[in-house]
Nanobody
Framework: VQLQASGGGLVQSGGSLRLACAAS????????MAWFSQAPGKEREFVAA????????TYADSVKGRFTISRDNTKNTATLQMNSLKPDDTAVYYC???????????????????WGQGTQVTVSS
């Protein structure tokens, strides 16, 4: 079972990036998905989550209106569209998955048992 995050890079403040999370060894239609970020010297924190069907999403207050989480179950992928990026968004971004048969709130890091390796996002001022 593997989650592969990609799409990170260096972008100027106000720019956009689109992160992707591809799954192998598991069918994402049976998993809730989320993105977390971890800046240097800080704890990993919640960014956005989407339920298994794509009918429900939740976001951290800091990214509401700027980031959009989505999924394409036919392609076994989840994405995070990041617009109006700020230097404070600089972090390693991780995708995570939780099987849909278990209780799920969305934002709790300890709910997720499948993690990708992370992709670096750097926003310059």
């Amino acid at each position: 079972v593997q989650l592969q995050a990609s799409g990170g890079g260096l972008v100027q403040s106000g720019g956009s990036l689109r992160l992707a999370c591809a799954a192998s060894g598991l069918t994402l239609t049976r998993y809730h998905m989320a993105w977390f970020s971890q800046a240097p010297g800080k704890e990993r924190e919640f960014v956005a989550a989407i339920n298994w069907s794509g009918s429900s999403t939740t976001y951290a207050d800091s990214v509401k209106g700027r980031f959009t989480i989505s999924r394409d179950n036919t392609k076994n992928t989840a994405t995070l569209q990041m617009n109006s990026l700020k230097p404070d968004d600089t972090a390693v971004y991780y995708c995570a998955a939780r099987w849909y048969g278990r209780s799920w709130s969305g934002a709790r890091i300890d709910e997720y048992d499948q993690w990708g390796q992370g992709t670096q996002v750097t926003v310059s001022s």
